[in-house]
């Protein structure tokens, strides 16, 4: 299947300070990739589409000046968490889909990143 | 109503055990069906994809669209304790954006 790579895959930081995590598709393109946030036994929160080269598109309720998104090429997205605080501590998960699968739905997920805001 | 429902468990089996995993749904216009399983702290696995209704099966594990019910399974067979994991499933409509929409999954625990 195809692979998504997510890195770092745990952060603890300093509350005030930002923190960038990757996304990369490793042997497809992704035309178009998606965030996610996932509480303790709770599903996935999708927080925003980001497609290559264009803005990303946020869910409501999502603060589009704390989660910057930025999709620059068909392999790799990035979530910058910026000024960071505890509410923020959470699982964060990325997918892409393959452009070729792109009416399908069919998602393939990176590893997650733990946040850790102290 | 959500538009899936998932009962999140636990469901505890013991080892060998035929499992089975089921989410509801109200958008008759899903058409694309996906069971994902998700190990603690890791991101989610797609297992099983189905389009439209009808059976799927690979290896020891089937997923089930009934449409006409709005009603989705996966089953497991001859269960194994590597298969303890929380198993999510997701569903699609075509048109749009396409992006799914996940039920809150089920906690599996099968024990030896």
């Known amino acids: 299947g195809a692979v998504v790579s997510q890195h770092p895959s745990w952060v603890i930081c300093k509350s005030g300070t930002s923190v960038k995590i990757e996304c990369r598709s490793l042997d497809f393109q992704a035309t178009t990739m998606f965030w996610y946030r996932q509480f303790p036994k709770q599903s996935l929160m999708l927080m925003a589409t980001s497609n290559e080269g264009s803005k990303a598109t946020y869910e409501q309720g999502v603060e589009k000046d704390k989660f910057l998104i930025n999709h620059a090429s068909l392999t790799l997205s990035t979530l910058t968490v910026t000024s960071a605080h505890p509410e923020d501590s959470s699982f964060y998960i990325c997918?892409?889909?393959?452009?070729?699968?792109?009416?399908?739905?069919?998602?393939?997920f990176g590893e997650g990143s733990r946040l850790t805001v102290l | 109503q959500k538009e899936v429902e998932q009962d999140p468990g636990p469901l505890s089996v013991p080892e060998g055990a035929i499992v089975s995993l089921n989410c509801t749904y109200s958008n008759s216009a899903f058409q694309y069906f996906m069971w994902y399983r998700q190990y603690s702290r890791k991101g989610p696995e797609l297992l099983m994809y189905?389009?439209?209704?009808g059976n799927k099966e690979d290896g020891r594990f089937t997923a089930q669209v009934d449409k006409s019910s709005k009603y989705i399974s996966l089953f497991i067979r001859d269960s194994q304790p590597s298969d303890s994991a929380t198993y999510l499933c997701?569903?699609?409509?075509?048109?749009?954006?396409?992006?799914?929409?996940f039920g809150r999954g089920t906690s599996l625990i099968v024990h030896p």
């Open positions: 997701a569903m699609s409509a075509s048109g749009g954006s396409y992006i799914p929409t």
């Open positions: 189905t389009y439209s209704s």
């Open positions: 997918s892409a889909r393959e452009s070729v699968r792109m009416n399908t739905g069919e998602l393939f």
